[in-house]
Structures are given as structure tokens and as C-alpha cells.
């Protein structure tokens, strides 16, 4: 098989973005069960929420609120859609887009294959990033049921607890599958860089995993999260977490 229509240096910022896309999402699954995420403090923070939900006769506010966030899931599925068809506009008029672009001193472009394959891979991130906005979207429409079949305060404590269980888990893999697509955006915006150049890219890609990390495990949104969702008597995450 012939790589040559792509030059060293871009394959190795192509393969250093696969692993910092891939290694980081493994390294988030990994920490989830040992230290305090975003995630994990979210799920925590679920749980409450639906302890006392099971506890109200009346559920409007409880699935307003759910309502809501499937409205946000749906916009980014919906904004995805058109990002994706100008893309695949962009692929069909490349020669145009070349000549366009040729023009700017800080736009690298090497040949026709370079370019396709650049904008091929923003294609490849935003359509992954829709299949998880649309499951994340129907995952809350499942919540939504669950929420409308929560059992009544006289149901014994077993039964309460099994659905608080399950529906937080349920509202977890949405939350996953949401905040999986919102990564494959972030990434996107690194993959712009390498029309730039290839060193650019490597760049960005880098400073993007620092961004998550940052912002899921060492951030004061974090730090709220956990101080909420633990009793006064837990040890709460330095205040020198930004």
C-alpha cells in the first residue's frame, strides 16, 4: 500500500492526534473509579437529585429540567448535521477551495490529496461526535419515561433504590455519549491547525488534551461538584485547582 501522497511529517502529526484523541479518552475511562472527574462527581450529584425526585408527588420541574438537557444534546446534534454537509460541500469543490486558499501565505497546502485528507478527517471527528449527540439525545428520551414511571413514596425502599440505580446509570451513559461528542469537537478544532502546518497541529492537539485534563479533573467546577455531593466531613479538592 502506497502512504506517500502524504508527506512524513504529516503522518506523524496524524498518528500523534489518533493518540492523543484515543490515549486520553482511555486515561479518562481509567481515572473515573480512582480519583474525582467531572464525570464521576456528576453521577454523584444525579443521584441526589433523583433520591428526591422519587421522594415529590409532583415530577413537572424534575422533567422540565431532563427536557432541557435533551434540548441541548439536540442542538449540537442538529449544528453537526450542517457542519458535516459543509464539509462534504468543501471535499466537492476542492480545486476551488485550493485556488482560493493558495492565496494565503499561512495556509500549507502540498497537493490535492493533503487537502482531501484534511478535511476527510474533520468529516471523520463531527460524524462521530453526531452518532454520540443522537444517542446521547435518544438515551434522555429513555430517562424521560423512566422519570414518568418512578415508583410512588409507599413502594418499599428495594424498589427505590433499584430505580435510582438504574436511572442514574441510564443518565450517565447519556451524559458519556454527550460529553464524548463535545471532545470530538474540541478535537476538531485542533485538526483546523494542520492547515496551518503540521507543527501547528501537534501543538494544538497537545494543548487540547491539556485543556480536558485540566477542566475534568483539576478544575473549581470540579471542585464545586465534589464539595456538594460529599458530607462536611470528606476532604474537599485544593482550592488551587483553578
Not at 420541574?61 to 449540537?76: C, E, P
Not at 464539509?87 to 490535492?112: D, M, N, Q, Y
Request: net charge positive; with cysteine.
Amino acid at each position: 500500500m502506497n502512504l506517500s501522497f502524504l508527506p512524513l511529517l504529516d503522518w506523524i502529526a496524524l498518528i500523534w492526534f489518533l493518540i492523543c484523541w484515543v490515549g486520553y479518552t482511555q486515561y479518562a475511562r481509567i481515572q473515573h473509579g480512582k480519583r474525582p472527574t467531572i464525570a464521576n462527581q456528576l453521577a454523584a450529584n444525579r443521584e441526589q437529585w433523583i433520591q428526591k425526585m422519587v421522594a415529590r408527588d409532583v415530577k413537572i420541574a424534575d422533567v422540565t429540567s431532563l427536557g432541557i438537557l435533551q434540548r441541548n444534546v439536540t442542538f449540537f446534534a442538529s449544528t453537526t448535521i450542517f457542519i458535516i454537509a459543509g464539509l462534504l460541500t468543501v471535499l466537492g469543490s476542492t480545486e476551488k477551495a485550493i485556488h482560493l486558499l493558495s492565496a494565503l501565505p499561512w495556509i500549507e497546502i502540498a497537493s490535492r490529496a493533503v487537502w482531501e485528507v484534511k478535511i476527510i478527517l474533520l468529516v471523520i471527528c463531527f460524524a462521530y461526535a453526531f452518532f454520540k449527540f443522537t444517542w446521547s439525545m435518544r438515551q434522555y428520551n429513555f430517562a424521560v419515561v423512566l422519570f414518568g414511571a418512578a415508583p410512588d413514596q409507599d413502594c418499599d425502599e428495594k424498589e427505590h433504590q433499584l430505580f435510582i440505580k438504574h436511572t442514574n446509570w441510564l443518565l450517565s451513559r447519556a451524559s458519556n455519549s454527550f460529553n464524548y461528542g463535545l471532545r470530538a469537537y474540541t478535537f476538531a478544532i485542533a485538526v483546523l491547525a494542520w492547515f496551518f502546518n503540521s507543527w501547528i497541529f501537534i501543538l494544538c492537539a497537545s494543548i487540547v488534551v491539556l485543556v480536558l485534563y485540566r477542566r475534568e479533573c483539576r478544575s473549581a467546577t470540579l471542585a464545586a461538584l465534589y464539595n456538594t455531593s460529599h458530607h462536611s466531613s470528606e476532604k474537599p479538592l485544593p482550592d488551587y485547582w483553578g
